[in-house]
């Protein structure tokens, strides 16, 4: 499954993004998704996860209670919408996928086998 991620940008600390990621050569109600991201200089992290039915999801501890993990099987998409922004500046996030066939939510990196590109996000103070 090939998928492309869009809807960065440079936001104001305290405003709203919502980064969206289009999987095309898969069926995203098969895969469990997750949203990684990465700044300059520091390791990739977890960031937000969604089952393959959408009916569980985990977040970082960082982002809980001002991120959600929408997700649209019958748009075959999948978005993360960051509220109440903090001034963290630049990062990259990445969507990924891994089909999937239980309700099990897994959240570290090697578990998932699809990546996209990335789209920036700046968050200024």
């Known amino acids: 499954v090939k998928l492309v991620e869009s809807g960065g940008g440079l936001v104001q600390a305290g405003g709203a993004l919502r980064p969206s990621c289009a999987a095309s050569?898969?069926?995203?109600?098969?895969?469990?998704m997750g949203w990684f991201r990465q700044a300059p200089g520091k390791e990739r992290e977890f960031v937000a996860a969604?089952?393959?039915?959408?009916?569980?999801?985990n977040y970082a501890d960082s982002v809980k209670g001002r991120f959600t993990i929408p997700k649209d099987n019958a748009k075959n998409t999948a978005s993360l919408q960051m509220n109440t922004l903090r001034p963290e500046g630049p990062a990259i996030y990445y969507c990924?996928?891994?089909?999937?066939?239980?309700?099990?939510?897994?959240?570290?990196?090697?578990?998932?086998?699809?990546w996209g590109r990335g789209t920036q996000v700046t968050v200024s103070s």
């Open positions: 050569g898969g069926t995203l109600s098969s895969y469990r």
């Open positions: 969604i089952s393959r039915s959408g009916g569980t999801t």
């Open positions: 990924a996928a891994r089909f999937s066939i239980s309700a099990v939510l897994l959240t570290t990196q090697p578990t998932y086998n699809y």
